[in-house]
C-alpha cells in the first residue's frame, strides 16, 4: 500500500485542521491505519489508530478529546481531526499502515507538517 499523507499547516493556537492519509494499491479496511507525529527534536509518537473494521479507536493521552481519527472506505482515506490546537501538538505527522499491532506500522506515508503559533 502507498499512502499520502495532506492537509498540514500553520494555524493558531486552539484552531482546527483536518489532516488527510490517502491510499493506494490496497483498501485502508486491510490494516489499522494510524497517525504518528514527531516533534523538532523527539522521537516519532504514536497519536491515533483506528481498526481495520473501523469499530475501535484508540488514541494518545496527550490528544483525547481533542483529535479524531476516522476513514472513508469508498475514498479510500484516512483522516484526522484536529481540535483546540496547541503549541505542543506542533510535529511532522506521519500516516501509517499495520497488518498486526497498531504500534508497529509495516508501511509509512510521508509526512505533513503541522505548526501551532502561540
Known amino acids: 500500500v502507498q499512502l499520502q499523507a495532506f492537509g498540514g499547516g500553520l494555524v493558531q493556537a486552539g484552531g482546527s485542521l483536518r489532516l488527510s492519509c490517502a491510499a493506494s494499491?490496497?483498501?485502508?479496511?486491510?490494516?489499522?491505519m494510524g497517525w504518528f507525529r514527531q516533534a523538532p527534536g523527539k522521537e516519532r509518537a504514536f497519536v491515533a489508530t483506528?481498526?481495520?473494521?473501523?469499530?475501535?479507536?484508540s488514541y494518545a493521552d496527550s490528544v483525547k478529546g481533542r483529535f479524531t481519527i476516522s476513514r472513508d472506505v469508498a475514498k479510500n482515506t484516512v483522516y484526522l481531526q484536529m481540535n483546540t490546537l496547541k503549541p505542543e501538538d506542533t510535529a511532522v505527522y506521519y500516516c501509517?499502515?499495520?497488518?498486526?499491532?497498531?504500534?508497529?506500522?509495516?508501511?509509512w506515508g510521508q509526512g505533513t507538517l503541522v505548526t501551532v503559533s502561540s
Open positions: 501509517a499502515a499495520s497488518t498486526l499491532g497498531y504500534l508497529f506500522p509495516d508501511y
Open positions: 494499491g490496497r483498501t485502508v479496511s486491510s490494516y489499522n
Open positions: 483506528i481498526s481495520r473494521n473501523g469499530g475501535s479507536t
